[in-house]
């Protein structure tokens, strides 16, 4: 369980992030729906939290603007004193081949994936470091892990995920703090809804399991990581994509 801790999920507005926000409310955590633009459906989120009779709130930042991202955290600690688990999920994609990338594109995924990742880790560290305790945990992606063709930025955002989330493994479990990555393969949500189905159908064939998975296939993952009982954890990328990875 994690009842009395407090939680921040980044792009928590739909989509995994949603999924991610409900059920560490259910397990007892308050949860700091963070959101960009969708601010509907991220009250929406936190109605469906207070509806299980969990506690939540949602609040506005682009984690990819360094000091937005920094006046964020600092809300939170005055709101709620602490942060015991921060999840950075927000992720954009603007697929192309290298080839026809611009650079609007390649810079626009690496600021949101990988510098939204870093911001809420620096601006949350020194509170975690006083807490001597705090879990972080990154969503990355299989396509970090293995590349992706028409993905050159979006891979080299999750992959330069994994590089964050082991550094700060390293610089943090002497303080009680892990930092771990999930890395989802093909998981039904918008992102992956707006796929051509011949892609689809392809990625479907790559997958042991033949079939895209859910939203709660990696909530499920990510409360454990949250959770007391993987406190020995640290420095792990966990795959979460039906064996593609392997
Ligand atoms: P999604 O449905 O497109 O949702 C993305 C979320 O990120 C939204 O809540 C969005 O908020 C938020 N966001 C985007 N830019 C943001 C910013 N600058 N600041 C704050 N929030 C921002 O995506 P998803 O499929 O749930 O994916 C969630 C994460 O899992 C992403 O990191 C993605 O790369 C990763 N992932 C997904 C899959 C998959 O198959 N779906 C596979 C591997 C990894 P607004 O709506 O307010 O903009």
Known sequence: MLT??????????????????????QKGATVIVNYNGSATKAEETVEQIKEAGGKGEAVQCNVSDFDKSAEFMAYVIKQ???????VNNAGITRDNLLMKMSEEDFDAVLNTNLKGAF???KHISRQMLKQKSGR?????????????????NYCASKAGL???TKSVARELASRGITSNAVAPGFIDTEMTQVLPEAVKAAATEQIPMKHFGSTKDIANTV???ASDEAGYITGQVICIDGGMAM
């Open 223 to 225: 409360a454990f990581l």
């Open 80 to 86: 709620y004193g602490r942060v015991d688990i921060l």
């Open 162 to 164: 994994i590089g964050l």
């Open 136 to 152: 972080i945990i990154n969503v990355s992606s299989v396509s970090g892990v293995m590349g992706n063709a028409g993905q050159a």
């Open 4 to 25: 009395g801790k407090i939680a921040v999920v980044t792009g928590a507005s739909r989509g995994i992030g949603k999924e991610i926000a409900l059920t560490l409310a």
């Open 119 to 121: 911001n809420c880790i």
